[in-house]
């Protein structure tokens, strides 16, 4: 899948002329260096993720978890999924 | 998969650099939000320098822009922030021009930017969708999202352009000063956003501020949610929206993939067990559009997570099997 209309079947001129295939490579390498980036700025975030983890994890079972719209519910302990050791990976 | 994973890019963080493609006029200045890897479509915060001008042309790809700052002249129209365009690939804009420069979001939805001078449209120009322009700051009134289940209240929604097809879609949302959403969330379909004005805030990746974007491939988690002040953003899906809500902030893109399925499996039977017998011809096939054509011949996830948490793209090559992958009991 990708953004756009599905009518067509994508740009009318398919080939890439020589210029638009060097905008492509070169914008193509600068945002592997932002997904990089990223990657290293969440994961210096995840001791703070972890607290948010935890007071989350408290309200859905003190305050309630949003089930639809305004209908909340109070999660009981053991419909909790235990965590087992998983990790918290947030970008792939 | 066609683009990665970019969550969260400010681009109040990089300057703009100058878009030097052939075709396009002085004073197009740009930064790169996204770019699909396999056909160069991309989503850009874009600047017009004040005197920009430029001639009456089209794109080589359908191109959707919101105008978020200063004002455009199309034509003889002069567009104010919050209009909205969308052109079909191949179709004629009437010239642009602004005094004071004006401040956009562009998608170019198939290819990377293009501009060919003409006031004609191109001859394979895409003629079963309209060109449309609307004013969507107040020519539109906000409405409650009609999904199920729904996001918590205080969302509301604009649709500026739904697919008829694939319902893919491109809105506006808000969200109410004060709002939270205390639930996990994830779609069968990429996401992507970009906001416009405001804070708010999700579990995973903190803070989204003023000119925050992402773009995130299906079956990713993400919430709970929480705005202090409010929000105004523009945002897309490739396909039909549903929100898989759930409580669990370490199920992994595959678990939630399963999980997706299984959902199906329940509320479609007879649906699911026909896709299953998929290897056995029966390709998908609509009446109402008998010659469209559905790619069956891999399927591109754009995750593949492992146990160590490590992950990577995955692409199947031809119809397999996952039911027998026994998934190890975690609970
Ligand atoms: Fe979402």
């Given at each position: 899948?990708?953004?756009?209309?599905?009518?067509?079947?994508?740009?009318?001129?398919?080939?890439?002329?020589?210029?638009?295939?060097?905008?492509?490579?070169?914008?193509?390498?600068?945002?592997?260096?932002?997904?990089?980036?990223?990657?290293?700025?969440?994961?210096?975030?995840?001791?703070?993720?972890?607290?948010?983890?935890?007071?989350?994890?408290?309200?859905?079972?003190?305050?309630?978890?949003?089930?639809?719209a305004g209908?909340?519910?109070?999660?009981?302990?053991?419909?909790?999924?235990?965590?087992?050791?998983?990790?918290?990976?947030?970008?792939? | 998969?066609?683009?990665?994973?970019?969550?969260?890019?400010?681009?109040?963080?990089?300057?703009?650099?100058?878009?030097?493609?052939?075709?396009?006029?002085?004073?197009?200045?740009?930064?790169?939000?996204?770019?699909?890897?396999?056909?160069?479509?991309?989503?850009?915060?874009?600047?017009?320098?004040?005197?920009?001008?430029?001639?009456?042309?089209?794109?080589?790809?359908?191109?959707e822009?919101f105008l978020q700052?200063?004002?455009?002249?199309?034509?003889?129209?002069?567009c104010e922030k919050g209009t909205y365009i969308f052109?079909?690939?191949?179709?004629?804009?009437?010239?642009?021009?602004?005094?004071?420069?004006?401040?956009?979001?562009?998608?170019?939805?198939?290819?990377?930017?293009?501009?060919?001078?003409?006031?004609?449209?191109?001859?394979?120009?895409?003629?079963?969708?309209?060109?449309t322009m609307v004013d969507s700051y107040f020519g539109m009134d906000w409405q409650v999202p009609t999904l199920?289940?729904q996001t918590a209240p205080g969302c509301l929604l604009k649709i500026l352009h739904l697919?008829?097809?694939?319902f893919?879609m491109t809105f506006l949302y808000c969200m109410t000063p004060?709002f939270?959403?205390?639930?996990?969330?994830?779609?069968?379909?990429?996401?992507?956003a970009?906001?416009i004005w405001g804070?708010?805030?999700?579990?995973?990746?903190?803070?989204?501020?003023?000119?925050?974007?992402?773009?995130?491939?299906?079956?990713?988690?993400?919430?709970?949610?929480?705005s202090?002040?409010g929000i105004l953003a523009i945002g897309r899906t490739?396909?039909?929206l549903?929100?898989?809500?759930?409580?669990?902030?370490?199920?992994?893109?595959?678990?939630?993939?399963?999980?997706?399925?299984?959902?199906?499996?329940?509320?479609?039977?007879?649906?699911?067990?026909?896709?299953?017998?998929?290897?056995?011809?029966?390709?998908?096939?609509?009446?109402?559009?008998?010659?469209?054509?559905?790619?069956?011949?891999?399927?591109?996830?754009?995750?593949?997570?492992?146990?160590?948490?490590?992950?990577?793209?995955?692409?199947?090559?031809?119809?397999?099997?996952?039911?027998?992958?026994?998934?190890?009991?975690?609970?």
């Open positions: 899948m990708s953004f756009g209309s599905t009518t067509i079947q994508g740009n009318l001129r398919p080939k890439l002329t020589k210029e638009e295939l060097a905008f492509v490579k070169q914008e193509l390498a600068e945002q592997l260096e932002r997904y990089q980036k990223i990657v290293q700025e969440q994961e210096a975030l995840t001791p703070q993720r972890e607290k948010w983890v935890k007071e989350f994890l408290h309200r859905i079972q003190t305050r309630g978890y949003h089930v639809h209908i909340k519910r109070v999660i009981p302990k053991e419909e909790v999924r235990p965590r087992d050791g998983r990790p918290l990976q947030v970008i792939f | 998969m066609a683009r990665p994973h970019i969550e969260p890019f400010v681009d109040r963080d990089v300057g703009f650099k100058k878009l030097n493609l052939p075709g396009f006029k002085k004073g197009v200045h740009y930064k790169m939000l996204s770019m699909d890897k396999e056909t160069g479509a991309c989503t850009m915060t874009v600047q017009y320098d004040a005197g920009f001008k430029q001639p009456p042309g089209f794109s080589y790809s359908e191109v822009i700052e200063g004002h455009l002249m199309i034509g003889d129209k002069r052109a079909p690939a191949g179709t004629s804009l009437p010239a642009m021009s602004t005094d004071e420069g004006c401040l956009a979001l562009v998608f170019y939805n198939f290819g990377p930017p293009s501009f060919q001078e003409s006031d004609a449209d191109h001859d394979k120009a895409d003629k079963s969708q309209k060109r199920f289940p697919d008829p097809k694939t893919a004060g939270w959403q205390d639930n996990i969330s994830y779609h069968d379909v990429a996401e992507e970009y906001h804070t708010s805030w999700m579990m995973q990746f903190g803070d989204l501020p003023t000119g925050g974007y992402f773009y995130r491939p299906a079956y990713i988690n993400h919430g709970c949610f929480r202090d002040l490739d396909g039909d549903h929100n898989y809500f759930h409580h669990d902030p370490f199920s992994t893109p595959e678990e939630n993939h399963h999980r997706a399925a299984a959902k199906l499996a329940r509320m479609k039977p007879a649906l699911y067990q026909w896709i299953l017998t998929n290897e056995h011809n029966h390709l998908p096939h609509d009446f109402e559009y008998p010659n469209d054509t559905y790619d069956t011949s891999g399927y591109d996830s754009g995750i593949h997570m492992h146990d160590d948490g490590s992950s990577h793209s995955h692409k199947s090559n031809g119809p397999h099997s996952h039911l027998n992958q026994k998934k190890k009991a975690k609970k």
